[in-house]
């Protein structure tokens, strides 16, 4: 009697299991023949949670609006104008629960927003260009429901913030750091473009990844040397390309009044060109991580004043002992997944490329990630992640710029990186025991051991979990499902 009610309790589990995070399926009853879809994105309304999902086919975009219930209240289909558009860079929600979409093309110098009306049953593509030719796009957010585009002056350290209303239109103010100072990767005195743009061949473009500190992002994500951080109403830029300390430019989007400071990476005494180092803010916190061939050392500090908490050092010789796995390697040409055991192994490989570290939140504990990305060798020549410095997609929502937790997700699940995993309590002291499965582990779990199909594939946070959403081909329906810690 007790094993059967045992199996009964087991299964009422598991149908509990299943009926939670089935969020919805449901029919694309706007599409009425013609291809399959091939792409999908969607737009959170900040404010009261509405969710917008669209799905496009080679012709058609087909938009579908839910309440905070998961029932459809609207819908909407029109044609896909945005053909010169391949690049989603943001999004807004206007006070009468507009969508808006914005866009790019390829070459970032042409832009487009789509409006998208539930209520008028209308879409419309209005076309818009920088103010100035001398100006370069940084990075894009979204905040409040409200877009705003950041550049950068050509050769300048002066910054443009559009600032876009409820029609798409913009106004534009400057942010000038050009009394501040700023230092190359040499130490040297630089400007701001110098910094935010890479050159490959004839190209130079910004080379900026947005950073969802919510997410458990891989090292190929936080190894970057030039990062940007939403906190409220401030955007937070990071510069690592300096060994020695790590530069913090803040702007708050509501005054643009700016702040720059410095906080001291290890390794000072050490020469330029024989160690690595990078930095990464999570919470209260930024964390430093430098290394060379003999020795690496993490630190943790106070974000707002830049006081050392805590200290975490191995060299060459040693075994780490503050790290819950394995020496991992994943991505290699041959084998995807190694361990190695010798602590020296792991320095030559990390140091030989871009250090990084990973910082998550989880059950009051913190997941930390240590360790380095592979470059990937391309017609002869080392390639940085996403190609010439932007990490392009089709039209979907795979972009760093509009959807970092999908791009994080990817990068997490398709990793190319040496690391180590540490479990730490509230004070990061080190704790022993097995590192449990993140958000982003349960999808990948779920993606590998079912048939959902890739096309439409969209993962976004929303409220305090995660959605995946897959189109289903046999039956012209797209599965919203969520999932949590």
Same mark, same amino acid.
């Given at each position: 009697?007790?094993?059967?009610?045992?199996?009964?309790?087991?299964?009422?589990?598991?149908?509990?299991?299943?009926?939670?995070?089935?969020?919805?399926?449901?029919?694309?009853?706007?599409?009425?023949?013609?291809?399959?879809?091939?792409?999908?994105?969607?737009?959170?309304?900040?404010?009261?949670?509405?969710?917008?999902?669209?799905?496009?086919?080679?012709?058609?975009?087909?938009?579908?609006?839910?309440?905070?219930?998961?029932?459809?209240?609207?819908?909407?289909?029109?044609?896909?104008?945005?053909?010169?558009?391949?690049?989603?860079?943001?999004?807004?929600?206007?006070?009468?629960?507009?969508?808006?979409?914005?866009?790019?093309?390829?070459?970032?110098?042409?832009?487009?927003?789509?409006?998208?009306?539930?209520?008028?049953?209308?879409?419309?593509?209005?076309?818009?260009?920088?103010?100035?030719?001398?100006?370069?796009?940084?990075?894009?957010?979204?905040?409040?429901?409200?877009?705003?585009?950041?550049?950068?002056?050509?050769?300048?350290?002066?910054?443009?913030?559009?600032?876009?209303?409820?029609?798409?239109?913009?106004?534009?103010?400057?942010?000038?750091?050009?009394?501040?100072?700023?230092?190359?990767?040499?130490?040297?005195?630089?400007?701001?473009?110098?910094?935010?743009?890479?050159?490959?061949?004839?190209?130079?473009?910004?080379?900026?990844?947005?950073?969802?500190?919510?997410?458990?992002?891989?090292?190929?994500?936080?190894?970057?040397?030039?990062?940007?951080?939403?906190?409220?109403?401030?955007?937070?830029?990071?510069?690592?390309?300096?060994?020695?300390?790590?530069?913090?430019?803040?702007?708050?989007?509501?005054?643009?009044?700016?702040?720059?400071?410095?906080?001291?990476?290890? @390794?000072?005494?050490? %020469?330029?060109?024989?160690? #690595?180092?990078?930095?990464?803010? &999570?919470? !209260? =916190? *930024?964390?430093?991580?430098?290394?060379?061939?003999?020795?690496?050392?993490?630190?943790?500090?106070?974000?707002?004043?830049?006081?050392?908490?805590?200290?975490?050092?191995?060299?060459?010789?040693?075994?780490?002992?503050?790290?819950?796995?394995?020496?991992?390697?994943?991505?290699?040409?041959?084998?995807?997944?190694?361990?190695?055991?010798?602590?020296?192994?792991?320095?030559?490989?990390?140091?030989?490329?871009?250090?990084?570290?990973?910082?998550?939140?989880?059950?009051?504990?913190?997941?930390?990630?240590?360790?380095?990305?592979?470059?990937?060798?391309?017609?002869?020549?080392?390639?940085?992640?996403?190609?010439?410095?932007?990490?392009?997609?089709?039209?979907?929502?795979?972009?760093?710029?509009?959807?970092?937790?999908?791009?994080?997700?990817?990068? @997490?699940?398709?990793? %190319?990186?040496?690391?180590? #995993?540490?479990?730490?309590?509230? &004070?990061? !002291? =080190? *704790?022993?025991?097995?590192?449990?499965?993140?958000?982003?582990?349960?999808?990948?779990?779920?993606?590998?051991?079912?048939?959902?199909?890739?096309?439409?594939?969209?993962?976004?946070?929303?409220?305090?979990?995660?959605?995946?959403?897959?189109?289903?081909?046999?039956?012209?329906?797209?599965?919203?499902?969520?999932?949590?810690?």
């Amino acid at each position: 009697m007790y094993k059967k009610l045992h199996l009964l309790f087991i299964l009422f589990l598991s149908i509990s299991s299943i009926a939670q995070n089935e969020t919805i399926t449901f029919e694309n009853s706007l599409k009425t023949s013609g291809s399959f879809i091939k792409d999908a994105f969607q737009i959170v309304n900040q404010k009261n949670g509405n969710l917008s999902v669209f799905l496009i086919d080679a012709k058609k975009i087909y938009g579908y609006l839910f309440d905070d219930n998961f029932e459809i209240s609207k819908k909407i289909s029109s044609e896909d104008r945005s053909r010169k558009y391949k690049v989603l860079i943001g999004s807004s929600v206007s006070s009468n629960n507009d969508y808006r979409v914005y866009l790019t093309n390829n070459k970032h110098d042409k832009f487009a927003s789509i409006n998208f009306s539930f209520k008028n049953n209308t879409a419309t593509l209005n076309e818009f260009e920088l103010d100035s030719n001398q100006e370069r796009f940084v990075q894009t957010v979204t905040h409040n429901n409200k877009f705003y585009l950041i550049s950068v002056v050509k050769g300048t350290s002066l910054l443009g913030i559009y600032t876009f209303d409820e029609n798409a239109n913009y106004t534009k103010k400057g942010v000038d750091f050009s009394s501040d100072r700023l230092v190359d990767k040499k130490g040297k005195k630089t400007n701001l473009f110098n910094l935010i743009t890479n050159s490959y061949g004839f190209n130079t473009s910004a080379d900026v990844h947005k950073i969802d500190e919510n997410n458990p992002n891989s090292i190929e994500v936080t190894s970057e040397l030039t990062k940007l951080y939403v906190r409220e109403n401030k955007v937070l830029l990071t510069f690592d390309q300096f060994k020695s300390f790590t530069q913090i430019l803040s702007i708050d989007l509501n005054t643009l009044e700016k702040e720059i400071r410095q906080i001291k990476k290890p @390794y000072i005494e050490i %020469k330029l060109s024989q160690k #690595k180092a990078n930095s990464y803010i &999570n919470g !209260d =916190h *930024i964390y430093m991580l430098a290394s060379t061939n003999d020795k690496f050392t993490f630190t943790i500090h106070d974000f707002n004043s830049g006081k050392l908490i805590k200290q975490y050092s191995a060299t060459v010789n040693d075994t780490i002992s503050f790290k819950n796995t394995p020496i991992i390697q994943k991505g290699g040409m041959y084998n995807n997944y190694r361990e190695m055991e010798k602590t020296k192994k792991f320095l030559r490989k990390i140091t030989a490329g871009d250090v990084g570290i990973s910082v998550y939140k989880f059950k009051d504990n913190y997941h930390i990630s240590l360790g380095g990305k592979q470059e990937i060798k391309s017609g002869g020549m080392m390639m940085p992640m996403g190609g010439f410095g932007m990490p392009i997609a089709s039209f979907g929502s795979a972009t760093v710029f509009f959807n970092p937790t999908y791009f994080a997700y990817n990068s @997490y699940t398709n990793t %190319k990186s040496t690391h180590i #995993k540490g479990l730490f309590d509230v &004070n990061f !002291d =080190h *704790i022993e025991g097995e590192m449990e499965e993140n958000v982003f582990d349960k999808i990948k779990n779920y993606q590998t051991n079912s048939s959902a199909s890739k096309k439409g594939e969209i993962v976004f946070k929303y409220k305090d979990y995660y959605i995946l959403g897959n189109y289903l081909l046999e039956t012209n329906q797209y599965r919203l499902r969520q999932f949590k810690n």
